[in-house]
């Protein structure tokens, strides 16, 4: 079933991951303010993503920099807020760190004053509300390793009956630039090391944010677009980007090449908006064979 994070806007959206170590640990932090160990999580703000949340929420509570994996189930319940009582919904991924994992050197403050690696085992006992020792037991069989293949459709681009030049050349409107520069982050956050893109000015325009703020190298394929593409050249294409080395890949195509390109994948044909994406989390086992852990679909914030 497809994550769909950035649904009811009338709720108060918040993110957050449960983030594994080796040995089975999980990273609990305490709150000082409640009297409670959860799971590091914070509001969204204004604008922004909710993977983006998730990411900035685990730095700003742990110092710790992690790349999201699977998603986990959200969790509803009733807030009071000056409005009257509202629902929050917090997101949550199951997350890696990427970097050292050391919280030896945290500074208590007036927000988080405890930060702990816990075992699996210790953790159900030590987490405050029914509700994180629920989301643990879900995290516990997911919390292995995944691979991402994220397919993106270019940002908004110029229509077609508005551009005079070659089609390959049709750029991004100004908002289909600010869509680019925000899916900075949201790439950041699975920790996308790979990008493989149509050649064409508008897919070019919508990756390269991300490659220059990362260094990311972009592999240009003339099968993701729109006039080279074929059956065969987007398997193979495909097939690539799931056996990799790099752990973490990005597609970059257009609308009209998206069925061919997600029945590769192997999944069922679903639109994307101009900026969205489609989130394929698998594993491979010993034996080579290749298992879907979930799915998520990304709609672009404006």
């Not at 760190?97 to 699996?120: K, M, Q, T």
């Not at 397919?151 to 390959?168: E, I, K, Q, Y």
């Not at 698998?282 to 990304?298: D, K, L």
């Amino acid at each position: 079933m497809p994550h769909e994070p950035e649904a009811d806007e009338t709720a108060i959206h918040a993110a957050g991951a449960v983030i594994a170590a080796p040995r089975k640990r999980v990273l609990l932090v305490h709150r000082p303010k409640y009297d409670d160990w959860s799971f590091p999580k914070g509001k969204v703000d204004p604008g922004e993503h909710v993977t983006t949340t998730a990411v900035r929420e685990v730095g700003e509570e742990t110092g710790l920099h992690v790349r999201l994996g699977v998603p986990l189930p959200a969790q509803r319940y009733p807030v009071a807020t000056d409005d009257g009582v509202r629902e929050k919904v917090v997101h949550y991924w199951a997350a890696r760190v990427h970097g050292d994992d050391d919280i030896s050197g945290y500074r208590p403050n007036a927000e988080i004053d405890e930060v702990a690696w816990v075992p699996y085992d210790e953790a159900r006992e030590r987490l405050t509300h029914e509700r994180d020792r629920e989301l643990l037991e879900q995290w516990y069989p997911l919390r292995k390793r995944t691979r991402t293949l994220l397919v993106l459709r270019h940002a908004t681009a110029m229509g077609r009956s508005s551009w005079n030049g070659p089609d390959p050349d049709r750029p991004l409107t100004e908002r289909g630039s600010l869509q680019a520069h925000e899916l900075v982050p949201v790439l950041a956050a699975y920790g996308i090391e790979r990008i493989v893109s149509s050649p064409s000015r508008r897919c070019a325009e919508t990756v390269t944010p991300y490659a220059d703020a990362t260094g990311t190298d972009i592999d240009w394929q003339e099968a993701l677009s729109e006039e080279g593409t074929s059956r065969e050249g987007v398997e193979a294409i495909v097939a690539a980007a799931y056996d990799a080395p790099e752990r973490h890949v990005a597609l970059c195509t257009h609308r009209p090449v998206l069925p061919r390109v997600l029945r590769a994948v192997g999944e069922p044909y679903e639109p994307l908006e101009a900026a969205g994406m489609l989130v394929v989390h698998h594993r491979t086992n010993s034996r080579g064979v290749r298992t879907v852990v979930a799915v998520e679909h990304h709609v672009p914030r404006r």
